[in-house]
């Protein structure tokens, strides 16, 4: 399926419209704590010599051109949180190469000027060698473009599509990546955990708000038919035009199928669901993390499964992921979805890159970073590679909701990303 676009995105992905209240139904229907975490001033400390560069008095900072304040906040805020609570940590244990890491913060408010000032500002003027941007390519691009002209590796902790990279920003390109799950690994592992569960027909129901869905479905499909699975029908509808009205006649109209596949988010994903439900079919549903959560479920929602970064129902199999989530919350900044994973991980990454070429220059960065390969971080080992500049190969969380309350299953990783 095809549908062209103009460009804006959220969370990555091309959205139809630059109308902001898009972005800001998507925000009311997150934990708006969470916005609240993206606006402290953020902590370091440690301090030790220097190993590779010369001066140990400078510490290495990374600078954060994300949204506080704006439609952003509850997506950007989480993955800030955990990546203050990360540089805390490292700095404890003896920092990098004998440095303290040192997270400075502007917040963009989502203004396009505003957000290229604050990448200027934190490269000119707080010295940042390394820039994490807003988990939203479009909103992000005035800052990243600002960071890789300036040479310096530009991290967005959750774009959960393959535009952070060459793809969408040329040559210079090869110092951006993000730390999400690329769409084509996620719609991927949906579909091998459809094969593992017995189910050789499916309903696919992409929402053609996003890039990122239309991928996420797309993938599925791929991969369920390349496994021996059949998509007995694949149609779509568009959140906020109220075409969301018509996914249950979809369902219901497509015929029996073993599992329904559908790519969306809140708040149309509420009213699909019940719709669904409401008109008498049962069928499983298998959904991507941007179904994470519980605060848009209807009542008594059965029969859903998702995948997503992390549990925060406390019942994840990682014991530092558990341990964040309790720090996370301590600071008034419980999560709503696992999402906030990535800006551990970001900052992980970082650390790991500065300590393998021993200093601070894009390139090499950018270089360490397509060889990671199964790279030890907070949510599970994480991949890149010269065509791919978002996450692969990270293992997801497979999720069980039974009368609206999600359970972990068990952790599930592709066996490789499709090929779209």
Aim: proline share 5%; glycine share 10%.
């Amino acid at each position: 399926m095809s549908t062209v676009v103009p460009r804006i995105t959220v969370k990555g992905e091309t959205v139809r419209t630059r109308n902001l209240v898009v972005a800001a139904a998507i925000a009311s229907t997150l934990a708006i704590t969470t916005a609240a975490a993206a606006t402290t001033p953020p902590a370091s400390g440690g301090t030790a010599a220097a190993a590779a560069e010369p001066d140990a008095a400078n510490p290495i900072v990374i600078g954060a051109a994300m949204d506080g304040s704006g439609a952003m906040a509850p997506v950007d805020g989480p993955a800030l949180a955990a990546a203050r609570l990360t540089v805390d940590k490292i700095n404890a244990e003896g920092g990098v190469l004998g440095r303290k890491l040192v997270l400075e913060y502007i917040d963009t408010k989502l203004d396009p000027a505003g957000t290229k000032a604050a990448a200027v500002d934190l490269i000119t003027k707080k010295g940042a060698k390394v820039l994490l941007t807003t988990c939203d390519v479009d909103f992000a691009t005035p800052a990243v473009q600002e960071g890789i002209d300036a040479g310096l590796l530009t991290i967005a902790p959750c774009i959960g599509t393959d535009q952070m990279g060459p793809l969408r920003f040329g040559d210079k390109g090869k110092l951006a990546f993000s730390m999400g799950n690329v769409a084509q690994d996620e719609g991927a592992v949906l579909a091998e955990l459809a094969i593992e569960r017995g189910y050789k027909t499916a309903i696919v129901v992409p929402d053609n708000l996003l890039v990122y869905f239309q991928n996420v479905c797309s993938s599925f499909k791929q991969r369920f038919e390349e496994k021996g699975g059949k998509v007995i029908s694949e149609e779509g509808f568009t959140s906020f035009d109220q075409s969301v009205n018509n996914v249950a006649t979809i369902v219901t109209g497509a015929g029996a199928a073993d599992v329904i596949t559908m790519c969306t988010f809140s708040p149309d994903i509420t009213a699909a669901f019940k719709g669904i439900r409401d008109a008498g079919v049962t069928t499983p549903i298998l959904g991507p993390w941007s179904g994470d959560g519980t605060y848009w479920m209807p009542s008594g929602l059965s029969n859903y499964t998702y995948v997503t970064y992390a549990s925060v129902f406390g019942d994840d199999p990682d014991p530092a992921v558990n341990d964040l989530i309790a720090k996370l919350t301590a600071a008034g900044a419980p999560p709503a979805s696992g999402g906030f994973v990535t800006g551990a991980a970001a900052i992980e990454a970082i650390a790991k890159a500065i300590t393998e070429v021993g200093d601070t220059d894009g390139a090499k960065l950018a270089a360490a970073f397509e060889g990671f390969k199964g790279l030890d971080a907070t949510g599970g080992k994480i991949s890149f590679s010269a065509e791919l500049h978002s996450v692969s190969g990270r293992e997801y969380r497979v999720m069980n909701v039974t009368d609206s309350k999600p359970v972990f299953e068990k952790l599930m990783a592709a066996s490789s990303p499709a090929q779209l």
